[in-house]
């Protein structure tokens, strides 16, 4: 098994995202609000091009009521975006 080096960037998941909002039938734009951030970060967020702080996931997760890491976000090692751009 091949060992993963370097710190792992937090990623969130797009799918379970819009999963998680249209069931609460809430815009992004009013999860936003009610996280605290800006919607164009939000937009960020979802589009991978920016990775959350503990504090953005954590007001996400209450946001949602989600309690655990891996039903919003994944971990993403610098070794999986190398391949993936092969």
Not at 1 to 23: A, C, D, H, Y
Not at 28 to 37: H, K, P, S
Not at 38 to 58: D, F, T
Not at 59 to 67: E, F, H, K, S, V
């Amino acid at each position: 098994m091949k060992r993963r080096t370097g710190s792992p960037r937090v990623r969130l998941k797009p799918v379970p995202f819009w999963e998680q909002i249209n069931r609460r039938n809430i815009s992004q734009n009013e999860l936003a609000d009610l996280a605290g951030i800006s919607s164009g970060y939000l937009s960020q967020l979802i589009s991978g091009r920016k990775s959350p702080s503990p504090e953005v996931r954590r007001r996400l997760q209450a946001a949602l009521n989600i309690t655990h890491f891996d039903e919003l976000f994944a971990l993403e090692y610098e070794d999986d975006r190398a391949t993936e751009r092969r």
